[in-house]
């Protein structure tokens, strides 16, 4: 059985091939034969053999009305997963519509796939035995792969479906669960960045907090929201053993181990000395990153390789290799204002708040990650 690292790795070999090849294919049949296939392959069936992956299949509706799939995968041939193709780059939205009329045709299809060879898109019947959901549980992009754009979560969730382990008496149950899960994601994820009337209210009451004027509420929104950030900013701080709290006075250190897990990937300059407010200055970075990846296990886990290496007049960020990961570099004025200059290409107006370039960070850094691999 295949571990889930060797298919995360087995992921990212396909998803680059996806990337070299897909400006070479013209047409769906193209796209069956370069991208298709070989997924399939990759989650484990062999598409050379008939009995387990069929082309063209047919559900009969009626005797008048037959619906087909461009391919179904069998267990003792009945079709279990449908998957509906189309060609490199074809919106697909507009295309469930076959799948669906498949998928609600052939009783043992338990999960269907609509695919252009680089999205794909994966439903069941949630809500219905035998009607397919109209959104999906599930979508893989192949391009975001490449570039390591991808939560665990999802791999995990196609994981799932390879032959070994997917499961058609469970896959609904299971998808059920993702799709509450997204919900649940997405609706912190707002209230995160924007506290509600009806949330803050729920958390005054709650806490037992009553008879609250309606005026007060705004007041009240403002502390849930800094109340959000300290909890999301103390879990990540802990995660990354940072400390969270900044000196308070910029004063010069020399070699010495710092109170903080940095890593200093190579000896500075001979003369360079390292200032306690540079190294505040890092880790606002390194929190700042986190931040931006919420929501994203993969970027998140890659800040524990931003190091730094500190020159006269900046201390120069980076991930992984300083030449090719390059990502800020930090000033500190004679007045100990700290300023951050973003090393994409772009503006290089150094700024004081990195909230003034979230974007542009998160952007570069996603980036970096994709150059790596």
Request: proline share 5%; glycine share 4%.
């Amino acid at each position: 059985m295949t571990t889930i690292e060797d298919f995360r790795t087995s992921l990212v070999s396909y998803a680059e091939r996806v990337q070299r090849v897909r400006e070479h294919i013209k047409n769906e049949e193209a796209t069956k034969v370069a991208l298709i296939l070989p997924f399939i392959a990759l989650l484990g069936y062999d598409d050379r053999d008939p009995t387990e992956v069929a082309a063209e299949h047919a559900a009969d509706f009626s005797d008048k009305y037959k619906n087909r799939v461009d391919y179904a995968i069998l267990k003792e041939m009945n079709p279990i997963i449908a998957i509906e193709c189309k060609s490199i780059g074809n919106g697909k939205k507009d295309d469930r519509g076959q799948l669906k009329s498949y998928f609600n045709a052939s009783k043992t299809v338990k999960l269907g796939i609509l695919t252009d060879g680089i999205v794909y898109e994966f439903f069941v019947d949630s809500e219905e035995p035998n009607m397919m959901d109209d959104d999906p549980f599930l979508i893989i992009d192949f391009e975001k792969i490449s570039k390591a754009q991808v939560s665990d979560t999802a791999i995990e969730g196609l994981h799932a479906l390879t032959k070994a382990k997917f499961d058609p008496d469970t896959i609904a149950e299971n998808a059920r669960r993702s799709l509450t899960h997204r919900a649940f994601f997405d609706y912190l994820s707002k209230q995160f960045a924007e506290p509600s009337i009806d949330f803050t209210r729920f958390l005054l009451k709650e806490n037992d907090i009553k008879h609250i004027r309606t005026h007060a509420i705004e007041g009240y929104r403002a502390i849930t929201k800094a109340a959000f950030n300290d909890v999301f900013t103390s879990n990540v701080l802990k995660k990354l053993d940072i400390s969270p709290s900044l000196p308070k006075q910029p004063t010069r250190i020399e070699n010495t181990p710092l109170s903080t897990p940095i890593e200093v990937p190579s000896p500075s300059p001979a003369g360079i000395v390292t200032s306690e407010a540079e190294i505040a200055a890092f880790e606002s970075v390194r929190r700042h990153l986190a931040f931006l990846s919420a929501g994203n296990p993969l970027t998140f886990d890659a800040i524990s390789d931003v190091k730094f290496r500190d020159y006269q007049g900046k201390m120069v960020v980076f991930y992984r290799q300083e030449r090719k990961g390059r990502l800020i570099d930090i000033i500190e004025a004679r007045d100990g204002t700290i300023r951050f200059i973003i090393v994409d290409g772009g503006d290089s107006t150094p700024v004081i708040e990195l909230t003034q370039s979230g974007e542009r960070l998160r952007a570069l850094f996603e980036k970096r990650i994709g150059e790596f691999g």
